[in-house]
């Protein structure tokens, strides 16, 4: 009896945990928790990136497709429909490029009467001056205007023209024009009589980025 008791005395000792053992399975089960916090967080994090980006190059993309359009019905015939200037804001490119054209995409209104100038520019935001959006400048063109030959380089008046942001917070924009003749790109469009073969447009959402960059061709450019 009293060596059956001696040897049941250790098996039960061994039954249990030390607090050594406990310890040590804790700081392991937290270690793997923050190991797989950590891997969770950044996997977030580069999933929300990607979707940001991705937002971003989709808002680009559709204003180009918008300028595309633009570009696309232009008339074969007629003068003072497409023009161009260069710009800069806050030592960054901010280009703008004009055209004329009725109701419809160009001024994102089907029912709007009359021929509009239309510019596309970057401007400080109403909200927040410190950030500069990317939108359409949109003016009703009187017929004394339109029989104007140089009505594209008067300026625009703040109480003259309505505003539409298309894209908050783009650093700057670089718009090119390909002359035919030249055989180059200018930084400007002044010839009222011709259209450039394309326009090359350059977008950044801050100044650090890689552009967004699109070549559009101008089908009207093409025909005589």
């Not at 061994?14 to 891997?39: H, N, Q, W």
């Not at 559709?62 to 800069?88: E, H, M, R």
């Not at 939108?135 to 003259?160: I, Q, W």
């Not at 699109?214 to 025909?223: C, D, E, M, R």
């Amino acid at each position: 009896m009293c060596i059956a008791g001696k040897t049941d005395a250790p098996r039960r000792r061994r039954a249990g945990f030390t607090l050594l053992e406990v310890m040590t399975a804790t700081f392991v089960i937290a270690l793997l928790m923050m190991v797989l916090y950590r891997f969770i967080s950044t996997t977030l994090t580069a999933i929300n990136a990607m979707t940001e980006i991705t937002s971003q190059r989709q808002e680009i993309e559709a204003v180009t497709k918008l300028i595309q359009t633009q570009l696309n019905d232009l008339p074969v015939k007629g003068s003072n429909l497409l023009l161009g200037k260069a710009y800069k804001f806050r030592d960054l490119q901010s280009d703008e490029m004009t055209w004329l054209c009725r109701a419809g995409q160009g001024v994102l209104t089907g029912a709007a009467p009359g021929e509009y100038r239309v510019t596309l520019a970057l401007q400080p935001s109403e909200n927040d001056k410190a950030v500069t959006e990317l939108g359409l400048r949109r003016e009703l063109v009187s017929s004394e205007e339109k029989s104007d030959a140089d009505f594209f380089s008067k300026g625009s008046g703040t109480t003259r023209y309505n505003w539409l942001p298309l894209i908050a917070s783009v650093a700057a924009m670089e718009i090119r024009y390909w002359d035919p003749g030249l055989k180059t790109e200018l930084q400007q469009w002044t010839n009222p009589a011709q259209r450039p073969s394309f326009v090359h447009v350059k977008i950044w959402k801050t100044a650090d980025d890689v552009p967004y960059d699109a070549i559009l061709p101008v089908p009207s450019a093409n025909i005589r």
